[in-house]
T-cell receptor
Framework: GQQVMQIPQYQHVQEGEDFTTYCNSS?????IQWYKQRPGGHPVFLIQ?????EVKKQKRLTFQFGEAKKNSSLHITATQTTDVGTYFC??????????FGKGTMLLVSP | GAVVSQHPSRVICKSGTSVKIECRSL??????MFWYRQFPKQSLMLMAT?????????EQGVEKDKFLINHASLTLSTLTVTSAHPEDSSFYIC????????????FGQGTRLTVV
């Protein structure tokens, strides 16, 4: 079945440093979504990428979808303590259900 | 965005009893809802897909007789953990989408189940 791998599992940065999490799918995706889950909370939708090579920005967050539509990345510039949480990618392929990566837990020290 | 409400947020029950968790889409109709289980510091594990008016589709390894799912209306799905045991203690989350494909998933607040 479809597998979505996400790395790293965990990253601890100093406030102001950049952060990137990577997502790779075993199959070509029709779209990829990114979610953020704050400690103790539930996942909240951030963005969806559909087109090959698509790049979208939300303030300090940059999302990319690979040309082959099998990989994606989320980059945060100049992290802040409010960025703390676990970031999940989730891929959709054909008529399958959304498959979540294992997530990257981000810890930001002031 | 759309709202999915999940209740209760926390529940403590005795071993051997059953617990029902409700998931409601408040401002949209959801023909399909999803139930996940999440262990501490781990990802979301899809348990089953709840289909309105028909039987749920369970993922491999999930006991359908233990985790009963009922999707009686377009806005409500329930998950009942039957004869709960301490190993069933976990965080259970539901999600729903307005469309079938290419739409974001809205998550409920989650239910922290503790079986003592």
């Amino acid at each position: 079945g479809q597998q979505v791998m996400q790395i790293p599992q965990y990253q601890h940065v100093q406030e102001g440093e950049d952060f990137t999490t990577y997502c790779n799918s075993s199959t070509t995706l029709s779209n990829i979504q990114w979610y953020k889950q704050r400690p103790g909370g539930h996942p909240v939708f951030l963005i969806q990428l559909v087109k090959s090579g698509e790049v979208k920005k939300q303030k300090r967050l940059t999302f990319q979808f690979g040309e082959a539509k099998k990989n994606s990345s989320l980059h945060i510039t100049a992290t802040q303590t409010t960025d703390v949480g676990t970031y999940f990618c989730a891929g959709l392929s054909g008529y399958s259900t959304l498959t979540f990566g294992k997530g990257t837990m981000l810890l930001v020290s002031p | 965005g759309a709202v999915v409400s999940q209740h209760p947020s926390r529940v403590i029950c005795k071993s051997g009893t059953s617990v029902k968790i409700e998931c409601r889409s408040l401002d949209f109709q959801a023909t399909t809802m999803f139930w996940y289980r999440q262990f501490p510091k781990q990802s979301l594990m899809l348990m089953a897909t709840s289909n309105e008016g028909s039987k749920a589709t369970y993922e491999q390894g999930v006991e359908k007789d233990k985790f009963l799912i009922n999707h009686a209306s377009l806005t409500l799905s329930t998950l009942t953990v039957t004869s709960a045991h301490p190993e069933d203690s976990s965080f259970y989350i539901c999600s729903a989408s307005e469309g079938f494909q290419n739409t974001e998933a809205f998550f409920g607040q989650g239910t922290r189940l503790t079986v003592v």
